[in-house]
């Protein structure tokens, strides 16, 4: 029972790198998303796929892009990675998006 | 969007005694969900509200929806070290593509 499965669980990068963060979710759902966390900020959402083929901003987009692969896999991509970055960035899932959200266990990320 | 505010941010009890967290909004919910993050870990769903004056329990937790739809608590009963974490309420946006909106969390820490 894999549920939501984030690579990598941590990195390290320098400032103006690139770097795609991978999710994959092994319960059929439709709907998935991408958070980011920062003490004291909650769950901020960046972008979300409502089902396969679609993506739509979330709070927090600028920086970000993402790729629905196919119904299984949802990816983060930053292109240009700046030191604001810096959080821990969560990927989940639902069967539809008004549905309960089942998470991953995070990507700690670093930017220098 | 819409937002929710939660109170407190934190609180700290001694072992055994009650824990009340609040999350309200201006405007009516549609529904209300609540999450729980253990330190170092995801968060994980704990339950989804969606009538007005709803309670539903889960053995020491009570969860409650207001009249108006616009406010929800969580209350554990004779708190444990095992309750530790943040606990989150979200709320739906509706419209055509839901999304979640997670209030800031309420940190529990629990003195044994």
């Known amino acids: 029972n894999a549920g939501v499965t984030q690579t990598p669980k941590f990195q390290v990068l320098k400032t103006g790198q690139s770097m795609t963060l991978q999710c994959a979710q092994d319960?059929?759902?439709?709907?998935m998303y991408w958070y980011r966390q920062d003490p004291g900020m909650g769950l901020r959402l960046i972008y979300y796929?409502?089902?396969?083929?679609?993506?739509d901003k979330g709070e927090v987009p600028n920086g970000y892009n993402v790729s629905r692969l196919n119904k299984r896999e949802f990816s983060l991509r930053l292109e240009s990675a700046a030191p604001s970055q810096t959080s821990v960035y969560f990927c989940?899932?639902?069967?539809?998006?008004?549905?309960?959200?089942?998470f991953g266990d995070g990507t700690r990320l670093s930017i220098l | 969007g819409q937002q929710v505010m939660q109170i407190p941010q934190y609180q700290h009890v001694q072992e055994g005694e009650d824990f009340t967290t609040y999350c309200n909004s201006s405007?009516?919910?549609?529904?209300i969900q609540w999450y729980k993050q253990r330190p170092g870990g995801h968060p994980v769903f704990l339950i989804q509200?969606?009538?007005?004056?709803e309670v539903k329990k889960q053995k020491r937790l009570t969860f409650q929806f207001g009249e108006a739809k616009k406010n929800s608590s969580l209350h554990i009963t004779a708190t444990q070290t095992t309750d530790v974490g943040t606990y989150f309420c979200a709320e739906n946006s509706g419209g055509s593509n839901y999304k979640l909106t997670f209030g800031k969390g309420t940190l529990l820490t629990v003195n044994p």
């Open positions: 796929s409502a089902s396969e083929g679609t993506t």
């Open positions: 989940a899932s639902s069967l539809y998006s008004n549905q309960p959200q089942h």
């Open positions: 319960m059929n759902h439709n709907s």
């Open positions: 509200l969606v009538k007005s004056g």
């Open positions: 405007t009516t919910l549609s529904n």
